[in-house]
C-alpha cells in the first residue's frame, strides 16, 4: 500500500504587484495554488475599469509537499515563504476553503458596535481579528494568523 504523502497550503511572499502572474506560472508548471481576488473599480481621468485585485497583498497560497517546497523559487516573483513561530507558515483547507466561499462583495454582521482593538470573528472566514478602524457602518479588521487586512459591514 503506498503512503499518502500529506500536502500542506503554504503561503508565499511575493514582489509586489505580482501575485496574479506568480499565481499562473506556478500553476502553469502544476503546482495548486490559490490567490484569493476581489474586483474593484477603478477611476482614471478619463475613464473607469473593474479590475481585478489580490485579497491578501503580496501573498499566493500554494499546496504542496514538504520536499517540494523549494521548487518555487525558479518562478521570477517569489521572494520567501511566510513564516510564523519560526515555522512556514500554513493555512488549512477549511480556511482556503472559507475564502474560495468568500464573495467580492462586502458581507453583513451582525454584531454589536465593537471598539478599536476589539477581537472580532469575520464572517464566512470564521476568523479572528483586531478591530483596527471603524468608518461608519465598515469595519476594517486585521487577521491574527496572516496579518491580513479585512473590511465588511456592520448591520
Not at 125 to 132: C, D, H, I, N, W
Request: aromatic share 8%; with cysteine; proline share 6%.
Amino acid at each position: 500500500m503506498l503512503d499518502a504523502v500529506s500536502k500542506n497550503w503554504f503561503v508565499l511572499y511575493t514582489k509586489p504587484k505580482n501575485e496574479l502572474k506568480v499565481c499562473k506560472r506556478l500553476s502553469s508548471i502544476g503546482i495548486e495554488v490559490y490567490t484569493p481576488t476581489r474586483i474593484e473599480v477603478r477611476q482614471w481621468s478619463d475613464r473607469k475599469k473593474k479590475v481585478v485585485v489580490p485579497l491578501l497583498p503580496s501573498m499566493v497560497l500554494v499546496q504542496l509537499t514538504e520536499q517540494e517546497v523549494s521548487c518555487v523559487f525558479d518562478i521570477p516573483g517569489v521572494v520567501r515563504y511566510l513564516f510564523f513561530n519560526g515555522k512556514r507558515a500554513t493555512v488549512t483547507a477549511h480556511e482556503i476553503e472559507a475564502m474560495q466561499a468568500y464573495d467580492s462583495t462586502v458581507p453583513q454582521v451582525a454584531v454589536t458596535q465593537p471598539l478599536i482593538g476589539d477581537i472580532v470573528t469575520v464572517p464566512k472566514l470564521l476568523q479572528p481579528a483586531e478591530v483596527l478602524a471603524l468608518q461608519g457602518k465598515k469595519c476594517i479588521a486585521r487577521l491574527q494568523q496572516l496579518g491580513a487586512t479585512v473590511s465588511f459591514q456592520l448591520t
